[in-house]
Every structure is written in structure tokens, then in C-alpha cells.
């Protein structure tokens, strides 16, 4: 039956089969060159390149800690949403950045997140930038997301 | 000329950091420094929008340009700092949402340590008591 709760498929599924629409659907994550990597339930990976237009020390070369706030954000409200059985949006309703080591001039940055608990109303989740792996992070951040109201289901691919 | 008279002010600095600052140019920001206070003024662009449904500024975008004016506004009152100060944390509150137009902020400083300092900043767009975005930050300011 195709209304049988059990066969419709669960929001993450569909993000994660509309990856590039949801990668290109956000103006500012575009213009960063942002981009997400994969999807799973409760979890989002991406990658932020390095690009001149967002550099923070025109000195060193640096990427500034405002993009790595906006990657780790868009991340962290992507692995909230995906957490959710049916489809909504969620708001960030705060999100904490601790930057440990500055990010490399050059260098793409990766990040991941994951929504480790929702409650009715609250979807909480951390996250953590990169070069190589997580031993060496640049920068982690942790979030709460505010789930809104019912949404129509076709409008899922531009969730974010 | 005496080379006194040839330096910059601390306000001339400042606004020679955003003007430098690809980032801050990127976003397109523009400061105004009344002495010691300084507002922020970030002016709506569409390429600023996180949610193209709804019309709101990107949430990252508000954050990094509260960042930015943190930063800012502890450079222009640490006279020994000869660059912009990095931050240690920070912590952002989202209030309301930024519709499309023109965003504002300030920042205050509300601790000055002798390494670090403690600042809240807040943007705004039609009411200053109604403040879309907060943030709470710790820069270092013990110099390179």
C-alpha cells in the first residue's frame, strides 16, 4: 500500500537522494562554494574549499571563523532534519563554536554532524571541522534546532 | 611632517580592516566608528539568504558578521593590539528571523582581561530592542 507508514520513505532518504538540489538550494552556502557530501539518518557530511573571497587575515590567508560558523551550522540543521521520521524544517536556535588551531591558507576544510538526541520540540547536535581527520580538528560546535510545524512533503528537498 | 601626525587612528585601522578583509567585503559590510562606539551595517543582498522560501539571511552569515564586529569593536578599544584579535568561542543566540533587509549590530566589551576578553555583540534590523541574533564571544588579546 503506498500510504502504509512503513514503506514511505523517511526524510533522510530523500535528502540524501536530493544532495546536490539540497547543496545548491542555500544562496549563501553557494556563494561559500559549500557543498554537502552524504547523508545519512541523523548524520551530514561536507566540505568547505578554500576560497580568497572568504578569507579572514588578507596577512595569513585564512579562511574566516564566520565561514566555518555558517558551514557547521548548515551541517548541524541538515543532521537534525534527517534525525526526523517525517519531514521538517528545523531553526537553529543556538549554536556554540570553539576554535581550536586556525584552518590551513589553501586548504578544504571537512566537516561532519550528527543530531545525537530530539526531543518533541528540540533536536540537539555537535559537529566538527577539519583538514584530515577529527584528531586534528579545527573547529567543533554544538546546536540546538527548533522543529517547526508540518510541512508539505515535496518541499523536502530544500530542506536544510 | 613629524611621523606622529602620519599615523593612522585606531578608527582608521579599523575601517581599513574591513576594507581589507575579503570576507567583510564579500558580505559587504561598512563600519561607522563614533570614538569608542562603533555600528556595523551589513545591507541586504540577496546571495545573504539561507532560505530562499522564507527570504531569511543565512544564520552563518549573521554569525559572521557578529564575529566580524566583535572583533572589530575589540580592535579599536585594545590600543596594544596590532591586528585584529582572534576568538577563542562564541556562543549565538538566534532570536528572530533576519528578513531581507539591512542587518545592524554592536558590539560591547564585557570583560577586558589581560589575555582574553569576554564581548557580547547584538544585530538588529528595525528595532534595537528587538535584536535578531546575539552573541556572546572570548578573543585573545595578549598580542602575537
Redesign the interface.
Known amino acids: 500500500m503506498s500510504n502504509d507508514p512503513a514503506s514511505a520513505p523517511e526524510p533522510w532518504e530523500l535528502m540524501k537522494e536530493n544532495i546536490e538540489m539540497i547543496s545548491g538550494g542555500i544562496p549563501w552556502g553557494r556563494r561559500m562554494a559549500f557543498r554537502f557530501t552524504r547523508i545519512e539518518k541523523g548524520h551530514a557530511w561536507g566540505l568547505q574549499p578554500w576560497k580568497e573571497r572568504l578569507v579572514g587575515d588578507p596577512d595569513t590567508g585564512v579562511i574566516h571563523g564566520g565561514v566555518l560558523t555558517a558551514f557547521l551550522d548548515n551541517l548541524s540543521g541538515t543532521a537534525a532534519s534527517s534525525a526526523l521520521s517525517k519531514p521538517r524544517f528545523v531553526a537553529t536556535l543556538d549554536l556554540r563554536i570553539d576554535y581550536m588551531r586556525p584552518a590551513e591558507k589553501g586548504r578544504d576544510i571537512i566537516g561532519e554532524a550528527e543530531c545525537y538526541h530530539t526531543t518533541r520540540n528540540i533536536c540537539f547536535t555537535r559537529a566538527w571541522a577539519y583538514h584530515e581527520s577529527r584528531d586534528k580538528v579545527i573547529a567543533t560546535a554544538a546546536g540546538a534546532f527548533a522543529i517547526n510545524k508540518p510541512r508539505p512533503a515535496e518541499s523536502i528537498a530544500r530542506m536544510g | 611632517m613629524e611621523e606622529e601626525d602620519m599615523k593612522l587612528t585606531r578608527a582608521d585601522e579599523v575601517r581599513a580592516f574591513i576594507a581589507?578583509?575579503?570576507?567583510a567585503?564579500?558580505m559587504g559590510l561598512r563600519c561607522e566608528v563614533m570614538g569608542d562606539e562603533m555600528t556595523m551595517i551589513m545591507p541586504f543582498q540577496?546571495?545573504?539568504?539561507?532560505?530562499?522560501?522564507i527570504k531569511a539571511?543565512?544564520?552563518?552569515?549573521i554569525?559572521?558578521?557578529l564575529?566580524?564586529t566583535s572583533q572589530a569593536q575589540v580592535f579599536l578599544v585594545t590600543e596594544h593590539l596590532a591586528?585584529?584579535p582572534?576568538?577563542?568561542?562564541?556562543?549565538?543566540?538566534?532570536l528572530r528571523q533576519g528578513h531581507a533587509k539591512d542587518l545592524y549590530a554592536r558590539a560591547e566589551i564585557t570583560k577586558m582581561g589581560r589575555r582574553m576578553c569576554s564581548v557580547r555583540a547584538e544585530a538588529w534590523q528595525d528595532e534595537r530592542e528587538k535584536p535578531v541574533t546575539t552573541l556572546m564571544a572570548h578573543f585573545m588579546v595578549a598580542g602575537d
Open positions: 581589507r578583509t575579503p570576507l567585503q564579500e540577496d546571495k545573504l539568504i539561507g532560505n530562499f522560501m539571511i543565512h544564520g552563518g552569515a554569525g559572521a558578521f564575529e566580524l591586528r585584529p582572534r576568538p577563542i568561542n562564541l556562543t549565538i543566540d538566534y
